[in-house]
Antibody, heavy 121, light 110 residues
């Protein structure tokens, strides 16, 4: 059974940093692109970033470029999102999703349960 | 403002057929597959349709997708109370080099 379990969310002050983790199991992690998607309270889904199988290719939504870094550790079957210079607009539930290769015909078949990040003083 | 445009709400009575539209452009829907996700209240999104009109295993055939030009639609026939949820379309955007989602449509079963 495919499982994606996010962790690392919490309350952080504006300008602060946070690192999210996603532990994957039930599939061959190194064989899939991985993606972070977020959802602000009461709002819709927003793609944040995705990363290639070996980490050699990464894409980011414009609003997080230069502040967020997506990475992965294939030996640990884990996906990460380092978030710096956080603002209130980054407050959201962050979901880890399997897949998301550019132009994929079947992106995001599996999602984690999400972890809440709240940016507030 | 989302890159893909969906109506904010839709509704129907049990047994009815409802459709939800998703409008994009040549750089996203016009050149790439459309995917649909269902999000029940308080839960993570679930894949509903991929490759414009393909259902993942376990998704009832009451759900169907279609695409024409730069627009796509999700149809739900034989509406049930358990279908009350938010529905999102998504596609890769070649100009933005990223995934784009619609703003979501809240479906109410009256």
């Amino acid at each position: 059974e495919v499982q994606l379990v996010e962790s690392g969310g919490g309350l952080v002050q504006p300008g602060g940093s946070l690192r999210l983790s996603c532990a994957a199991s039930g599939f061959t992690f190194i064989s899939y692109w991985m993606t972070w998607v977020r959802q602000a309270p009461g709002k819709g889904l927003e793609w944040v970033a995705n990363i290639r199988l070996d980490g050699s290719e990464k894409y980011y939504v414009d609003s997080v470029k230069g502040r967020f870094t997506i990475s992965r550790d294939n030996a640990k079957s884990s996906l990460y999102l380092q978030m710096n210079s956080l603002t209130a607009e980054d407050t959201a539930v962050y979901y880890c999703a399997r897949g998301g290769a550019p132009r994929s015909s079947s992106p995001f078949p599996y999602w984690g349960q999400g972890t809440l990040v709240t940016v507030s003083s | 403002q989302s890159v893909l445009t969906q109506p904010p709400s839709a509704s129907g009575t049990p047994g009815q057929r409802v459709t939800i539209s998703c409008s994009g452009s040549s750089s996203n829907i016009g050149s790439n597959s459309v995917n649909w996700y269902q999000q029940l209240p308080g839960t993570a999104p679930k894949a509903l349709i991929h490759s414009n009109n393909q259902r993942p295993s376990g998704v009832p055939d009451r759900f169907s997708g279609s695409k024409s030009g730069t627009s796509a639609s999700l149809a739900i026939s034989g509406l049930q109370s358990e279908d009350e949820a938010d529905y999102y379309c998504a596609a890769w955007d070649d100009s933005l080099s990223g995934w784009v989602f619609g703003g979501g449509t809240k479906l109410t079963v009256l």
